[in-house]
Every structure is written in structure tokens, then in C-alpha cells.
């Protein structure tokens, strides 16, 4: 998806969808909801990440998360103001993204946590074949086969526990632009209705089909192929996913888009968007400096098609190698200090 036309300005490789730093995370989590003992290093030291108010914020904060880990690693180091910034990612709910090793695991293993704390998990799905167009986060699943298997796992995993899941960002988008070749598109939409289907069966799953960005294309050209793809069937669909449009623009984009699809309502991820798009040299999408934290996570929107702001994108992690950054999906501090310390 990163050809360079910057009206697209996404960054999808940002999502965190490597696949070790998502398994580890996971082993981490579940051996804290089935242990209390083990290295006390790997604990967070000093004041833990706390829930929020289950009345604005009903999803779950992950205590055992990246950002908490490096609270807990610059309090060790005497770092007190550095861990106060990332203390305001640390204490607000992420996403948690599924990979396909051990799919039902880390879905059992999230949704448990979160029930346990009496919480909603929050969970992308994001393994359609021809992902990303072979590009920073190519790859996904070998077929479609592969790929019902794994939405077959995450719902095996998720149960009748309480979940939120955004599905697939990109895939309607890429089908739009052909940057994935017309040969998979049937089969594409045949995936996400599926998945659709598969997961509102579950008893407490809500299912948000993303849609992309403000930034990237008109409403018009999206809203057939969003049928197709099922999005009827899903509680809505999601804007902005790892991208830094304003919410302002992104509320105006949805509702656009809600219109032509029956009044669904819609979710924005509003983790970077504080200072708004980067609009100076290549690759806007890429880790652009400046940007800052937006609204808190919350389903308290104050606007009826909105059903929440969340933090899809996990701040301060790298959008690829690019303006000094890490490799797609990794924890990069020095830009999660920049992002908190910009939000004043």
C-alpha cells in the first residue's frame, strides 16, 4: 500500500503486527492471568496501570502492556518524568492483534483478562491473504482456507466473553484502489462477510469493519464494496486506523460514509491524530515528527454515530524504518515520549 500517493497517508506497517512481539505479549499475559508468581523484572513497578471508569471507558487496559513495561523500566532507571509520560499510554486501553500462531490462545488469553477485570478485550483481526499489498506488513494468510481457520480460532478463543473487534484494516480500501489485483477480490469479500458472520454469532462480540481514513478517499467509492463485504451484518465500521487525521475530519468522513450504508455508526482510532496529518515531505504516514496523543479512549462521543474513540494503533509503536524508526510494529520510546510530551 505505500506507492507514493500521499492522499492516502495510512501506515499500516505501524499496526504492530509482527509476529514475535504479538506472541510474546501474549505468553506474558497468560502467564499473569494463570500465575502469580515469576520474575519479579518483568513486573511494572511502582504505581501499576489502573482500569478506567467502566462508565466512559469499558475496555480493558492491559497491566502486563509495552508501555507499562517501560514505565516500569524508566522508574528502575530513576527516569521519573519520562515514565510520567508513558504512564499516559500505559493507563489507557490498546488494541490487542491477533497473529495466526496460536490465534485461540491469545484471543482466550485477552478476553479472560478482561473479564476478569470486568472489562470488554479489544482485538484487531488482521491476517486476509494478500495483505497489504506485499508491502511493510505483506503477508496474512496462505488462502482462504487458512483464513477461516483463523477467524474459526479467534471465536473459539473469544467464547461468550465480552470482545470488540476491528476487522481487517485495508482490505475494502485495497480492493477499491486495486492495489490487491481484481482476481481476489470475490473471494476477499466472500472472506469478510464470513468473518462477519462467524464472529456476531458469538453471544458479546461487537464487530467493526474498517473503512480507512479521511485522508484518503471519497466516501462514494467506498460504500458499495463496505456492502459487499458485509458491513450490514457488522455493528459498524471503523476510520482512521493508525492514521493522523483529526477527529473532527474523521467524524465528518464517517458520517458521510454511515449515510450511505443505513446510519451505521462508527468508531475512530484516535491515539496520534492530537496534532492532525503531517503534510511536509515523503511518506507522510511514516513516523512523522510532531504529532501528539489525541482523545482518550471512551465511549462517551457526545455525538450518537460514534461509538467510541480507541486507540487501535498502539502509540509508540514504529510505522517502519523510516525517519530513524525501528522496524514495523516495534516499541520505539523516543517517539512514544514525543507523542505524550505533545499533548501537553
Known sequence: MYRKDTRRGHGLAARGVRTGVALAGAALLLSACSSSSGDSEEKTSGRPPEQQPKSEDPYWVNPEGTAAKQVASYEKDGKKDEAELIRRIAEQPVSEWIVPENAEEQARGFTEAAEKADRDALLVLYNIPHRDCGQYSGGG?????????????????????????????????????????????????????????????????????????????????????????????????????????????????????????????????????????????????????????????????????????????????SDGTCRGGPKAGEWWPEYALGLARNAG
Open 141 to 317: 494468510a496462505a488462502d482462504g482456507n487458512a483464513y477461516r481457520a483463523f477467524v474459526d480460532q479467534v471465536a473459539k478463543g473469544i467464547g461468550d466473553r465480552r470482545a470488540t473487534v476491528i476487522l481487517e484494516p485495508d482490505a475494502v480500501l485495497h480492493m477499491v484502489d486495486n492495489c490487491t489485483p481484481e482476481q481476489f477480490h470475490e473471494e476477499r469479500y466472500d472472506l469478510l462477510k464470513g468473518a462477519i458472520t462467524k464472529l456476531k454469532s458469538l453471544k458479546n462480540t461487537k464487530v467493526y469493519l474498517d473503512a480507512g481514513n479521511a485522508g484518503w478517499q471519497d466516501p462514494d467509492s467506498l460504500w458499495e464494496p463496505l456492502k459487499r463485504s458485509g458491513v450490514e451484518q457488522a455493528d459498524g465500521f471503523s476510520v482512521n486506523v493508525s492514521n493522523f487525521q483529526t477527529t473532527e475530519a474523521s467524524t465528518e468522513f464517517g458520517k458521510k460514509l454511515s449515510a450511505k450504508i443505513g446510519g451505521k455508526p462508527f468508531v475512530i482510532d484516535t491515539g496520534r491524530n492530537g496534532n492532525g496529518p503531517y503534510d511536509k515531505g515523503k511518506d507522510p504516514w511514516c513516523n512523522p515528527p510532531g504529532r501528539a496523543l489525541g482523545e482518550t479512549p471512551t465511549t462517551k462521543t457526545d455525538d450518537p454515530l460514534v461509538d467510541a474513540y480507541l486507540w487501535v494503533k498502539r502509540p509508540g509503536e
